[in-house]
Structures are given as C-alpha cells and as structure tokens.
C-alpha cells in the first residue's frame, strides 16, 4: 500500500528503518504529500538514524512530523559548503541543509535534526526553515556553524523545549523567531545568534526563560551580531553561563550597525548576564516594554500548536 493512498484513508504514515512501517524513509513519505495539503498529516518516525538530505517542498502543508524521542529519532546529513553538486553547482549558505523545510504549517516533536559534517566544514546547516507558521517542540538542533539557519523574511518560528548546539551564528536568519525554554549551547567562543530582521519587522529572534551553556573552555562567546542593519535579538528571564562575554554582542565589525542593531535584555540572570558591563549601544528594556514580549504579541493571529 503506497504512502499516499495511507494518507488519503488516515492521513497517518509511519516511517521505519526496519520496514515495519509505511515507508523506510523520511522522504518518502515528505514526497507522498499532496500539494496543496489543507489538513494536518500526521508523519511518524520510529527511532532510528535516518541519514538523508530532506525537503519538504512548498505547498506540501500541514505536516506533523513526530519522533520516538530526540535522542532515539536522528535525521542527519553532512551537506556543508564547498561541496560540488553532480550538477557542477557548489554549496552555499542556502543550500548546505540537511532538511530543507519550505513548507506553511509545519510541527515537529521529539525529533533530533542534525548536520554532522564536522567541526571545520564551515557553513552546515542542520535546517533551513524557510515556511511560515513552524513550531518544534521537544526537538535537538546540532552541529556546528550556521545550524539553524530561520530563513525567509516573512516566516513565524516557534521553538518550545528544545535543545539548539553550535559553534558560529548557528541560530540565524530574518525569520521572527520565538524560543522558549529552551538550551542553546555554545561549542565555540564565537557567535550564538546573527539576525538579519528586516527593518520593518518589530521582532526578530525572542529568547524566554531559556539557558546559555557552552562548553567549559569557552569564555569570549558573544550573545549576538548583525548579519545585516536592524537585527533584533532579545533575551528575557533567561540564565546565562560565564561563556558569554561581559561586553555581550558584537557589531560584526562594522560600527555602523550600532546604530541600527535592537539587542536587548531583560531580568538575565547568572555569570554571563553582566547587565553593567554590556556595551552602551544594547538595551536592558523597562517592564512595560518587556511586557510585549509574549507568543501572543508576537504572532499576533497565530497560536502555535502541537497536533
């Protein structure tokens, strides 16, 4: 029974190595999405190691993806740039993903996304987020530089318990992103977030009640810089180790976008939430600007939902 014709009787597929499922991989039942899905396909990964380099191609929404758990349920490939393609291209930023994800509508639960090409593969994106209305809850986000690369300038993000790791601007992109209770671990003295926010857009990249780790060697990890003028980044209620440097954010050399950069903070707590030491061109933001600072402000029309 092919993939499809499950999803038009149970909208339900489930994906198994071991063929004791629908399909025995990944794509294949992304494939099997209609285009122009209008209601909720749930797709079931059992646990297992799944190495393939994955799209959900535009149009093909409202897709469930749910694993066994983060740890057990492992999507992974090593696309990096600087690869050359059968086609002659070479790999860019754009295009380094292990999982493309360009569709509207999209949860994801219990699920590790991983790019393991290396720690000197230079730009490896784990996903490239570019749909609108995402929400991944109780996911892993891993690899190295540029790992979770929340793209396209008009896309709403929503990550909920998830663990995100990396080494340079590996969460990035102009997307407006929401993370909460959430760890972002820090495997480089480099750069956590490069946010690139379109000047019109009142968010950017939202941290709420999230924890800043790095490993025990780093100590100069900045909290943010701007991969282009007007990037928004704020951190609220979060606890922040002694990896991240004192000063805070960076300006990516560049002076010029300390006149534009929005980085801000609010009520930080631990070692690394140095609020008297933090460069003068940042902002700890006053209550009843804190206040707006919610998934209801800012996805005004949208709830983030778990299927």
């Not at 079931?44 to 190691?49: A, E, L, P």
């Not at 690899?143 to 793209?151: E, K, M, N, P, T």
Request: charged residues 20%.
């Amino acid at each position: 029974m092919t993939a499809l014709f499950l999803f038009a009787q149970q909208r339900t597929v489930v994906v198994a190595q071991d063929g004791s499922g629908d399909c025995r991989t990944v794509q294949q039942a992304l494939d099997a999405v209609p285009a122009g899905n209008k209601a909720f396909i749930r797709i079931r990964i059992k646990k297992g190691v799944y190495r393939e380099r994955l799209e959900l191609a535009k149009g093909k929404d409202f897709v469930h993806l749910i694993g066994d758990d983060p740890a057990s349920t492992v999507l992974t490939y090593d696309n990096h740039t600087g690869t050359i393609l059968p086609n002659g291209d070479t790999v860019n930023t754009y295009t380094s993903a292990s999982f493309f994800l360009l569709a509207d509508n999209v949860t994801a639960e219990n699920i590790c996304f991983e790019n393991n090409a290396g720690f000197n593969a230079g730009q490896a994106v784990a996903v490239f987020a570019k749909g609108d209305k995402l929400a991944f809850r109780n996911c892993r986000f891993t690899g190295f530089q540029d790992v979770l690369f929340c793209s396209g300038e008009g896309s709403r993000q929503y990550y909920k318990n998830c663990y995100i790791e990396g080494t340079t601007d590996f969460i990035f992109g102009p997307a407006t992103a929401v993370f909460e209770e959430c760890r972002i671990h820090s495997k480089k003295n480099s750069h956590v977030t490069a946010a690139s926010t379109p000047a019109d857009k009142a968010f950017g990249f939202v941290f709420l009640r999230c924890q800043l780790t790095g490993d025990s060697s780093l100590h100069h990890v900045s909290l943010g810089r701007p991969w282009r003028p007007y990037a928004a980044v704020a951190y609220l209620h979060c606890e922040i180790s002694a990896h991240i440097l004192p000063a805070g954010w960076n300006n990516w050399k560049n002076p010029a976008n300390e006149n534009t950069a929005r980085f801000y903070e609010y009520r930080n707590t631990g070692p690394g939430a140095a609020k008297d030491a933090r460069i003068n061109w940042s902002k700890q933001l006053q209550d009843d600007e804190a206040r707006r600072y919610t998934p209801a402000v800012i996805f005004p029309g949208w709830q983030p939902l778990f299927q």
